[in-house]
């Protein structure tokens, strides 16, 4: 065996390393995403609601608001700009499912658990940070979405895309 590697060039073994690369990694990748994404998921989300339930005790309740005055009509003696993001993508199954229900049209659902996800991960994060730097509230709070990897191809948009979530408002105290 270390006479084959003393004397197969460095440059053919990079190539076998590539080929194996895309030969076993790419599909075992893929049985894992199928077999344990839900797992994977499920966790994420128990831990979510783990935290939005220890803010809302913190807080006093949900401390967020999309108006754009304060709940408690109160003295507000500081205000300013309170913000957060964050990217996902969906998991190689679910785009797998996603790209044959779009061939039959319909609802995406797996889709649809991403965008869910994101929103309220973001959410949660804004609540977050806000009791970090001693917001008592947030109002005005709005929350964008975007795609961050749209990438062209032939004139086609490539729908497997990570989504950017943007939420921000402003806290007083």
Request: proline share 2%; hydrophobic share 45%.
């Amino acid at each position: 065996m270390s006479e084959l590697l003393n004397s197969t060039p460095i440059w053919l073994l990079i190539i076998y390393g590539i080929f194996f690369l895309f030969g076993a990694f790419f599909p075992a990748a893929f049985i894992y995403s199928m077999l344990f994404g839900w797992l994977h998921e499920s966790k994420r989300t128990k831990k979510l609601v783990a935290r939005e339930q220890r803010v809302a005790g913190i807080s006093g309740g949900d401390n967020i608001h999309t108006l754009s005055k304060p709940i408690n009509i109160e003295r507000v003696s500081s205000a300013g700009l309170v913000m957060t993001n964050i990217t996902v993508s969906p998991s190689w199954w679910q785009l797998f499912l996603g790209n044959i229900k779009s061939i039959f049209g319909g609802q995406i659902k797996s889709y649809d658990k991403v965008l869910a996800y994101g929103r309220a991960e973001v959410l949660q994060r804004l609540r977050e940070q806000a009791l970090g730097e001693g917001w008592t509230e947030i109002i005005n709070v709005r929350v964008e979405t975007s795609m961050v990897m749209n990438k062209v191809k032939g004139g086609q948009q490539n729908k497997i895309g990570t989504l950017e979530f943007l939420a921000f408002g402003t806290g007083i105290r």
